[in-house]
């Protein structure tokens, strides 16, 4: 499954399926971009990072891809599983700033 | 190693009391950040801060809302004459460097104004 466009706020794969979870930045100062996964009622758990000098990162199951000439990252997920359910947010951090901005995020449902 | 620490996990309060949220960093950690997450959202940055000094509050409103983070205890956002539209998840990070990176979140505290 893959959310096409900039960006849609849900994402319904099949398990087993890989997904691919797509994000927008507009700020091109950032030079730090971070996937978080948030589940229901509770906080941003960290996933992966990807800094600017770089493309492509991969981590277990997961790859995050970086095109900073149109601005745009992804997150890809291998084999889905049902646990993978959860908000996915992508956020970048500018250098000489402290804080992360955050997308809006997207829902991803896993189908058994 | 505790990961960040918030309490409490939820908070009921009514229009115009105070509303204290705590926020204990990872060991090690000296650096604070408070986001707010309003429902179907993303993240919002309030306030950084380091040991007793506030670093950067461009995200805080500039009424009701104040953080300190103390040589010693917790960090405290807090959030006086409480109003509907201050019913939100409050999320505090913590990271043992100045920018936002390698930052680590707390479960948050989900706070709800009647």
């Known amino acids: 499954g893959e959310s096409v466009g900039l960006h849609l706020p849900t994402l319904s794969v099949q398990e087993g399926d890989n997904s691919i979870i797509n994000c927008a930045y507009s700020?091109?100062?950032?030079?730090?971009f971070i996937w978080y996964k948030q589940e229901s009622g509770k906080g941003p758990q960290f996933i992966i990072d990807?800094?600017?000098?770089?493309d492509k990162r991969q981590g277990q199951r997961v790859t995050v891809l970086l095109n900073k000439t149109v601005k745009h990252l992804s997150l890809q997920i291998a084999a889905t599983q049902p646990g993978d359910s959860a908000v996915y947010f992508c956020?970048?951090?500018?250098?000489?700033?402290?804080?992360?901005?955050f997308g809006a995020g997207t829902t991803v449902t896993v189908r058994a | 190693n505790a990961g960040v620490m918030q309490n409490p996990r939820h908070l009921v309060r009514r229009r115009g009391q105070e509303a204290r949220l705590r926020c204990s960093p990872m060991?090690?950690?000296?650096?604070v950040y408070w986001y707010r997450q309003l429902p179907e959202e993303g993240l919002k940055f309030m306030v950084y801060?380091?040991?007793?000094?506030?670093?950067?509050e461009s995200g805080m409103p500039k009424e009701r809302f104040s953080a300190e983070f103390p040589k010693e205890g917790p960090s405290i956002l807090r959030i006086q004459q409480v109003v509907r539209g201050d019913s939100a998840a409050y999320f505090c990070?913590?990271?043992?460097?100045?920018?936002?990176?390698?930052?680590?979140f707390g479960q948050g505290t989900r706070l709800t104004v009647v």
């Open positions: 700020n091109s100062a950032s030079d730090y």
């Open positions: 990807i800094r600017s000098n770089m």
């Open positions: 990070a913590s990271s043992p460097m100045p920018r936002n990176t390698e930052a680590f």
């Open positions: 060991k090690g950690h000296s650096h």
């Open positions: 801060l380091q040991k007793e000094n506030i670093i950067d």
């Open positions: 956020a970048e951090n500018a250098a000489n700033d402290y804080k992360l901005s």
